[in-house]
């Protein structure tokens, strides 16, 4: 059977490119499409289109990038019974197409996804390996009943499946999943014990028992009744690879190659461009070289008029430096709480990190400028640039003392109050000495994470689905920093920043990239040694070396900080209300009341800041609303 909401690329489909793809196998695959695409039409307003072919179909929700007037969406190869869809870009597209070209394929249209079924007919499932790029993408080839599901290298692209009784299903988001009406809304209470940990839901879990994430650079292959997944690629291996015979100089010259080249890729677009610029080296850097090898650019900052927070005079100085269209966003209060309200009926997985939201508003705002924005992500992860990695490395110097002032010095730390900033001594201070003590791992994620042990404990009402998850492991590394970088480019780059991300940019129908994930340069950062990334209290050493041309000298000696909210004082202030009014619908059942109530009441008095694990279950009670869980 061939049917669908749209025709075969040649004709005249309905949509054309998009950002949000799903599709299912099964026998009532036509009937349950269309309530799957109207899921998820905030990720791609431009055009809807379905195909089904056999027991097969694919769709796509379309967010118009490039080959705007027509690069209709599901693309098939010459016959029609291979056909694709595909979420993000494919930035070698131009390469593979002139490749296949010359060896007979033959093209219908200028989108980028169109490589992806002739790729599949020359190489088979291996064609991922071939792919540069940010993607979620799906082929079904209905001549041998076989469905290909992959996923980009770092999981800048989400992709989400599930197996059930009526066949199997995928999307982009979890919510089309939930709204075919065959996958159960039963909360993974595992994962979500993670999440309260963590701030976000680990790899391959999802917040529902039913739903699984297809993980970074992963792989699965359904035909008949075999589901086959793996990974066609990983990073952990590169960190503990032998790390590269380079010095500073020779290393940052490379890494300028790798960022330039990754920037020149991520530039091909039909529609205008911008960059969120904070201030900061990453964003900045991201900045410097765009301007170099482009035209006019439109950059997007945001802040707060709470000091300590706000980094708008950073970013005017950076985009005065460098020429840009700037443009800037101040979050109040009340902006970021109307922010929450209009994120909430998308939040299908809890995501504790505060700056989804004014990630969000920032989006919404450069939106009616751009489609599609390039962005600093990575390159902490890649080249130590948090103050968690040297607290690392003076954990170890710490282990010298004796046990007993050990002890006693994490037992003077309460006495340090509860400051109210990421970044202030104090803060770091107290964080250090409670956590210190701990194996690396355990300690780091503390140090990043939301509801420790004892709290999750408290928290969790005896007898009911909440127990607290493992303690992470680290991985296989060159040394101690390397293994740190690690756990956070497998967790907290890929499923609490790159999520925020994509959710927050497709909330508001704009496209996020991000050159540092270019895999060419991950696989050379990952290698390199770790002194040319951390010497002493400086960071970051080969980024830095590699831009100073390009950088403003105030900008290249920042501290990092991050886009941090002055979420602590809000709770006890403007958001209280909201805030108490959404705790106090978490379930008793799973959350224990009383125990929330002294979290919030220890947090507003300032006897001890507790943003973190209130704003996780404020997330928490939203997402249970939006999802519908019983």
Not at 47 to 56: P, T
Not at 84 to 105: K, Q, T
Not at 177 to 206: F, H, I, K, M, Q
Request: charged share 25%; with cysteine.
């Amino acid at each position: 059977m061939v049917s669908g909401h749209a025709q075969l690329a040649g004709e005249n489909w309905a949509s054309r490119r998009m950002c949000g793809i799903y599709g299912m196998v099964g026998a009532d695959a036509e009937a349950v499409l269309p309530r799957m695409s109207a899921a998820l039409v905030h990720r791609g307003p431009d055009g809807d289109g379905w195909a089904v072919r056999g027991a097969g179909g694919v769709g796509c929700r379309r967010l118009a990038i490039i080959d705007v007037a027509g690069g209709a969406q599901p693309l098939a190869n010459e016959t029609g019974d291979v056909i694709a869809v595909c979420n993000g870009e494919i930035y070698n597209h131009a390469a593979l197409r002139a490749a296949l070209e010359a060896r007979g394929h033959r093209f219908r249209t200028r989108s980028d996804a169109e490589v992806l079924p002739h790729l599949y007919e020359d190489e088979g499932i291996d064609f991922v390996h071939a792919l540069d790029g940010m993607f979620g993408l799906a082929l079904w080839d209905a001549r041998r009943g076989r469905l290909v599901l992959a996923r980009d290298r770092m999981g800048e692209k989400p992709l989400y499946h599930a197996t059930t009784p009526a066949g199997f299903l995928f999307a982009s988001e979890p919510k089309a999943l939930l709204a075919s009406g065959r996958v159960g809304r039963e909360p993974d209470w595992a994962a979500l014990a993670a999440y309260l940990r963590t701030g976000y839901v680990p790899n391959p879990a999802s917040a529902f028992a039913a739903v699984q994430k297809l993980p970074p650079g992963g792989r699965l292959v359904l035909e008949g009744e075999s589901v086959r997944a793996d990974r066609y690629w990983e990073v952990a291996p590169f960190l503990a690879a032998p790390p590269l015979p380079l010095g500073l100089d020779e290393a940052a010259a490379e890494l300028r190659a790798h960022l330039v080249r990754a920037v020149r890729a991520q530039l091909v677009s039909d529609v205008p461009l911008g960059v969120f610029l904070s201030g900061g080296l990453d964003s900045t850097a991201v900045t410097a070289v765009t301007r170099s090898v482009g035209g006019e650019l439109n950059t997007f900052a945001l802040g707060f008029a709470e000091r300590g927070f706000d980094e708008r005079d950073h970013a005017a100085l950076a985009a005065r430096a460098l020429g840009t269209r700037h443009h800037t966003l101040t979050i109040t209060p009340s902006l970021f709480l109307e922010g929450v309200r209009d994120l909430a009926p998308l939040i299908d997985e809890p995501l504790a990190d505060p700056a989804w939201v004014p990630t969000f508003l920032l989006a919404r705002f450069a939106r009616t400028h751009v489609k599609t924005v390039l962005v600093g992500e990575g390159a902490d992860e890649l080249f130590a640039g948090y103050p968690t990695y040297l607290g690392g490395a003076l954990a170890a110097l710490y282990a010298r003392l004796p046990a007993g002032v050990r002890r006693a010095l994490a037992a003077a730390a309460p006495a340090l109050g509860a400051p109210q900033g990421n970044t202030t001594v104090r803060y770091l201070l107290r964080r250090f000495l409670e956590e210190a003590d701990r194996p690396a791992a355990a300690r780091h994620r503390a140090w990043t994470g939301c509801v420790d042990a004892a709290r999750l404990a408290a928290l969790a009402t005896p007898g009911g689905p909440l127990a607290a998850p493992p303690e992470p492991v680290a991985h296989p590394a060159r040394s101690a920093i390397d293994a740190l970088l690690a756990l956070d480019l497998t967790g907290y780059l890929t499923d609490d920043l790159l999520p925020k991300l994509d959710r927050a940019s497709m909330g508001a129908s704009l496209e996020g990239r991000a050159p540092f994930l270019d895999h060419r340069l991950v696989e050379f950062a990952c290698r390199l040694p770790v002194e040319l990334k951390v010497r002493g209290l400086a960071t970051k050493r080969v980024l830095r070396k590699a831009v100073a041309d390009l950088v403003p000298p105030p900008i290249r000696r920042r501290v990092k900080r991050g886009l941090t909210v002055p979420l602590a004082a809000w709770l006890a202030g403007p958001l209280l209300p909201f805030a108490r009014a959404t705790l106090e619908r978490l379930d008793p059942r799973v959350i224990r009341p009383e125990a929330v109530r002294a979290l919030l009441d220890e947090h507003v008095t300032r006897r001890r800041d507790n943003r973190r694990e209130l704003w996780a279950l404020v997330i928490l009670q939203l997402w249970h609303e939006a999802a519908g869980v019983a």
